[in-house]
C-alpha cells in the first residue's frame, strides 16, 4: 500500500543525478551554508578565526551575504536587531574559544529579549572534545557549558551527517515561542573535511505553534467582560507575535486602558484615548493599575523595570499570557496562559462580551496629566527639548536602537515609537554597547530606510571600531552619540547613593574627528540644532555621525519614595 507522503518523500530523475553525483570540492563548511540556504537564511553576520575558516571558505561558494564586523558581541547585536527586525532567526559565524566567548554579552541581549539568533560556531577537533586538556588552540574543557546558561538551547556536531539536522534543530528552537537564541558547535576537523554527502536542499523546520488552552481563555475572557476596571499591561511578547491588532481590537471591545513596557514599544497607537502610553517608572500610573479589578498581561514577565522596581502590587485579578515559560507567575499569581500573545488575544477576541465604558478615555486623560504635572515639576526643559527633537527628525517609520544611556531612559518612557516593532533597545539584559552594531543588523534587513542609533560617550567606546563596518558596507545608519564626558547614568545612581561619583568619568576622543577618520561624515550639533542636524543625516544615504555635547538628569524616581 503506497501512501501519500511515501510519494512525496520519493526523489525526482534530477534530485537523484544530483545527489548520486555531488559537486567537488566541498567540505563541512559547505553543508553549514548549504543547510541556512535551504533554511531560508539569506544574511549571516560573523567574525572569522582560524578554527572556522572551513566555513567562512564556504561562504564564496554560497550565495549568502556576509557582513563581517570587528568586534563579535558586536556581530551578535547585529544579528539580534536583524532577527528583531525581520522575525526570521539570524545565522552568527563565530570561532573558537575567545571569540566564541566575546558574544556571550550579545546572546544574553538576545535571550533576554527573545531575539532569534541562530548561533554557530567552530569547536577544537573532535579528537579534543571530551574534556582532556590536549593543548588545542582556544581550547576549554566544556565550550558548550559556557552558552548553557545563556541560550535556549545548544547542539553540538560531531559528523558531518549530523550538520543539517542540528542546524535545523536550532533554527526550529530559535523560532518556537518565545524566540530566542540558540549556538550550534561544529569541530575544526569536521568542517575542513572534503564531503561526498549530496548538496543540502530545502529543509522543514517549522517552529510549533504555542496554542492557548480553550479552558483558560474561557475563564479570562468571562473576568475580563464582567470586569468593572480592566486594565492591560503589553509587553515584548504583543510586538514579536504580530499581535498588536488583536490588542487594540480587544482594548477597545473592553474599554480597557492599555499600558506599554519598555520592551513592547509600539505594541499600542501612543495618541490612542486608551493609551497610558509607557510611563511605568511613575507611582501615579503604578497607583492606576495596582486599582484594576482585573489587569490583563500579555507577553511580559512583569519584571523589575515593568514593574516600578518591584513595588507594583496587583490588588484585583491578574492573567498573564506569556510564552516563556519561566516568566509565567513568576512575580505575582496570576490566571497562567501559556501561549503565544497573537493566538491567545484572538481566543480572547472570540469570546469576550462587548463592555461599554465612557470613563476609560477620561481616567486616561487625568492619569497622564499627573505625570505631565509630575515632570513639570522638575526642571526638566532641556531633556523634554531633546528628545522631541529625535522625534521630529526621526521619519515615522524608520527604527532606532538605544544604548543604556540616560536618553534612552527617557525614551523608554516618553518616546513615541510610532509603530510596532520600530523602537529597540538592550533593557533586556542592560549591557552598554547596543545600539550601533544593532542599527547595523537593522540596515542590513531593509536598506531601504534610514536607521537612527543613540548612544552616550561610554557606550559608543565599545563600538566605534564599526564605524569601519558601516563604511565598509555603506550601512544607512545615523548615529547620535550623546557626549556627557562619562557614565552618565551611573554618575546619577552614585551621586544620589553616596554623595559622589566614583570611576564614571571618561577621557574621551573627538567624536566627529574619529567618524572622519573612517570615512563617516561627522557633525557636532547642539540643543538648538539638533533636529536639523540628525534629520539631514538621515536623509542622507549612508553612515554619518552626529556628536551633542549635553548633560542630561533623569526624572526622579518614585519607586524609591
Partial sequence: M????????????????????PPAGRNGGDLVVETLAGLGATTVFGLPGQHALGMFDALRRSDLRYLGLRVENNAGFAADAYGRVTGEAAPLLLSTG???LTSLAALQEAAAASAPVLAISSQIPTAGLGGGRHGYLHELPDQAASFRGVVKSVHTVRTQSQIPSAIAAAWKSALSAPHGPVWVEIPQDVLLAETHLPVVTALDATPDE????????????????????????????VVRADASGKLLQLAEKLQAPVVTTF????????EHPL???????????TDLLEDADVLLVVGSGLGELSSNYHTFKPRGRVIQIEADLGKLESNHPALGIHADARLALQALLETVTERPDPTAPERVRELLAKVRARIDAQDLTLEQQVLASVRRALPADAPSFWDMTILAYWAW????????NAMHSAQGAGGLGYGFPAALGAAAADPTRPVLAVSGDGGALYSIAELATARQYDLNVTWLIVDDGGYGILREYMTDAFGQATATELTRPDYVALAESFGVPGVRTSPESLETDLAKALATPGPSVVVLPALLRMFAPTHLN
Avoid: Y
Avoid at 275 to 284: K, Y
Fill in 413 to 420: 518612557s516618553a518616546f513615541d515609537a510610532k509603530a510596532p
Fill in 275 to 285: 493609551s497610558l502610553q509607557s510611563w511605568l517608572e511613575d507611582r501615579h500610573t
Fill in 210 to 237: 504555542l496554542l492557548p488552552r480553550p479552558e483558560l481563555t474561557a475563564v479570562a475572557a468571562d473576568l475580563l467582560s464582567r470586569a468593572e476596571r480592566p486594565a492591560i499591561i503589553a509587553g515584548g511578547g
Fill in 98 to 100: 575567545p571569540g566564541a
Fill in 2 to 21: 503506497t501512501h501519500d507522503h511515501d510519494l512525496e518523500l520519493r526523489p525526482t530523475a534530477a534530485q537523484t543525478e544530483a545527489a548520486l553525483n
Fill in 263 to 270: 520592551g513592547g514599544k509600539g505594541a499600542f497607537p501612543w
